[in-house]
């Protein structure tokens, strides 16, 4: 009885020494069919976001889906700011995606994503008792799903530009690990097919030789 309250109360205190490690719930999906071994390039797209009192601005949302962007690793993937794609679409095209009503900006970014990205990201945030963000990634070139990834917060969790910062580097963090684990699968696969053709190779070999064989007696 004795050990059992020392084993309880060693994780009480793991359990309050660490409150971020159960501060909130998430999961990533890989849609069924869908590949993203081949991304490289990530672009934003204008996130679905409501301000409300005492929580982030759009501004500052949007800096904190850069920043973070800026410090994925390029061996993984490069993210590419909404602010880069509007500029070069205004250039090109003069449409202004910051004058455009929501549903018309988001047509003309879907229309020209594929010029800088091979896939793009709708960020959406939220904010109730329990806060969720919820990441899609679409095809940039068939605007096809290919992964999903939500998190929600902790009742107690805040809703303020360093919780933000930390769920947005956990997506970038997941999805580039989801894009990795697919590559591997995908190399695991490559690589008992090619047995396979080499194994049916050498038994249709041995089969000629062993025709060869007998024809010749």
Do not use: H
Not at 67 to 96: E, F, H, M
């Amino acid at each position: 009885m004795k050990k059992f309250i020392q084993i309880f109360l060693l994780v009480v205190f793991m359990a309050a020494s660490c409150p971020s490690a159960m501060a909130y719930w998430e999961e990533g999906k890989l849609q069924e069919g869908q590949s993203i071994s081949d991304i490289k390039t990530v672009a934003i797209a204008a996130p679905l976001y409501t301000e409300k009192k005492d929580t982030p601005t759009l501004e500052e949302f949007v800096n904190v889906l850069n920043t973070r962007g800026a410090k994925v690793s390029p061996k993984k993937y490069t993210v590419v700011p909404y602010d880069v794609i509007a500029k070069d679409v205004l250039q090109k095209t003069g449409k202004d995606l910051y004058k455009l009503a929501r549903i018309p900006a988001a047509r003309v970014f879907k229309n020209n994503v594929a010029n800088y990205a091979d896939a793009y990201i709708v960020p959406t945030v939220t904010m109730s008792r329990r806060s969720v963000l919820f990441f899609e990634v679409y095809s940039a070139a068939t605007s096809d799903l290919l992964y999903t990834y939500q998190i929600i917060l902790a009742p107690d969790e805040p809703d303020n530009v360093r919780t933000y910062s930390d769920m947005v580097s956990l997506f970038y963090d997941e999805f580039a690990a989801a894009i990795e684990t697919q590559k591997k699968e995908q190399e695991a696969k490559q690589k008992a097919e090619r047995k396979e053709r080499e194994k049916a190779e050498r038994k249709a070999q041995r089969e000629r030789e062993k025709a060869a064989e007998n024809a010749g007696k």
